[in-house]
């Protein structure tokens, strides 16, 4: 059965014209005006995207003492409800664990997943299982970005000989080092600090993480991965500090990306000081929200092209679990929502405020990512041969966002009230039609696990001219006897 989706305006991350998109086993199979099929989709009046790809997810996983209570069902329907198309989880050997054994556990989990999914690795330990586990991660299991925490220490946190180790092995590798980057021995000491002093409500989780302890991180996991002769993607990049570690290597010619997240683009601070105790560790998350200024920092790097990715971090809690850190905010389980709104808030508070085109829009919340990720141009594209992974956004179509209404299990939302102008009329994953305004279509189990090869053209690149830039002996004639 062929679809064709007609009367819309094609957007891409570099092109914007009038033509019906026809699909036929969940490929596009033809760009062009007058196309008939089999079933018809109108768009009179929108936009046909590629479908978002949310690159930083952790559904189900465990994490300070519980489980994040959106699964692989629950998430990717969020995220389908919203535009988005395709989400990278992380799979999380617990220390001492093997990463095969870590990939089968969310192997299992990935199952009822509504819409397709890729796994990045995190390397929370190191040693010569995890070395040689790498290869077969890589070029076996189809995963080509390995994930570091440079904070939580004492559970995920790696040190920056193992950092150094895994990125050389990375390189060796064609793979991606990801980088979570905070100093996690400063926050374990600030953190310390600020409880000894009775400051244990949800703000004193953000005076744990000041923007320089992530500045700091950052310019030191760049300066690892250029010594390293690898690229390096720093996830949740939420202040000026650690844009301008990424802005100033980018200038220099080093390849490190920058992932903010929609949160820290929209919500500020003063979250924390809210005098309800829940409503500020409900916006618990790390790196905290910050001020005005770290936001516009973030808003000009999209526009600009020194940050390149907008992401969630999604990670949702329930109330009931936010409790945990009553009396101690060290015990708030850390992470906020967002599937379902990134894409709409984004059009929202970028699009609709001239902050960002709309091939900007698609290049930050799709096609800039399936090129890092090397899904370009399965993922991420409107050509022929394509997935058919598409959103039909209607510009026009609003609504208060609401926890009564969303996907997400969790019993509220951060965004809760924002009013949002630009939602999908359809979400399409591989062709098959998963929401229809706010008819929710998705089966659980459609998603398939897409593949990620190694050797990307950057990565090719680093390497060669590591090789020809690497140290060389001297070979030398004549050298004088030992002076002893
Ligand atoms: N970001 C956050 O607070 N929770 C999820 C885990 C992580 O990405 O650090
Ligand atoms: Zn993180
Ligand atoms: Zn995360």
Not at 16 to 26: E, P
Not at 113 to 134: K, L, P, R
Not at 306 to 326: I, M, Y
Not at 330 to 352: A, C, F, H, Q, S
């Amino acid at each position: 059965m062929t679809t064709v989706i007609k009367n819309g305006t094609i957007v891409t991350a570099d092109l914007t014209y009038k033509a019906d998109v026809k699909i036929d086993g969940g490929k596009i199979v033809e760009i062009g005006p007058n196309l008939s099929g089999d079933e018809v989709l109108d768009a009179t009046g929108c936009f046909i995207m590629p479908g978002g790809i949310d690159p930083h997810t952790h559904l189900e996983m465990p994490f300070m003492g519980t489980y994040s209570s959106d699964d692989f069902e629950s998430g990717t329907r969020a995220a389908l409800a919203g535009g988005t198309t395709m989400v990278v989880d992380f799979a999380l050997p617990s220390p001492g664990q093997s990463l095969l054994e870590a990939l089968t556990m969310w192997d299992n989990k990935s199952t009822r997943a509504n819409c397709d999914y890729s796994f990045h690795m995190a390397i929370t330990w190191w040693g010569e299982q995890v070395f040689n586990e790498m290869k077969t991660i890589v070029q076996d299991k189809g995963i080509n970005t390995f994930k570091h925490f440079m904070a939580y220490k004492g559970a995920l946190m790696v040190n920056d000989d193992e950092m150094f180790a895994s990125f050389q092995r990375c390189a060796e590798l064609g793979a991606l080092p990801l980088v979570h980057a905070e100093n996690g021995d400063v926050v374990a000491s600030l953190s310390a600090k600020l409880l000894s002093e009775g400051n244990n409500g949800p703000e004193a989780h953000a005076y744990s993480r000041p923007a320089e302890v992530e500045g700091e991180a950052t310019n030191r996991a760049i300066m690892i991965a250029d010594m390293a002769g690898c690229p390096v993607y720093i996830v949740h990049t939420s202040c000026e500090q650690a844009h301008e570690a990424i802005r100033r290597a980018r200038q220099k010619g080093i390849r490190a990306y920058g992932e903010p997240l929609i949160q820290h683009l929209t919500l500020d601070e003063t979250e924390y000081f809210n005098k309800d105790w829940d409503h500020a560790a409900r916006r618990v998350m790390s790196p905290p929200f910050r001020n005005k200024q770290h936001q516009d920092s973030l808003w000009a790097g999209l526009a600009s092209g020194s940050l390149q990715v907008v992401a969630t971090d999604h990670c949702a809690f329930t109330t009931a679990q936010k409790r945990f850190g009553v009396g101690d905010f060290t015990k708030i389980p850390n992470g906020t929502g967002g599937l379902e709104d990134r894409m709409p808030m984004l059009w929202t508070y970028g699009v609709n405020t001239g902050r960002l085109t709309m091939n900007e829009f698609v290049a930050v919340t799709s096609t800039n990512i399936a090129k890092i990720l090397n899904i370009y141009p399965k993922k991420g594209a409107i050509l022929v041969g394509a997935d058919a992974d598409l959103v039909v956004w209607d510009p026009k179509r609003s609504k208060t966002i609401s926890s009564k209404t969303q996907q997400s299990a969790i019993d509220y939302n951060v965004f809760e009230g924002k009013e949002v102008t630009g939602l999908p009329r359809y979400t399409l994953t591989r062709g098959v039609v998963a929401v229809e305004e706010d008819t929710i279509k998705t089966r659980s189990g459609h998603g398939e696990f897409v593949r990620r090869e190694p050797v990307t053209a950057v990565s090719k690149a680093l390497s060669t001219w590591k090789e020809i830039t690497a140290p060389r002996k001297v070979e030398r004639t004549g050298i004088p006897a030992s002076g002893v």
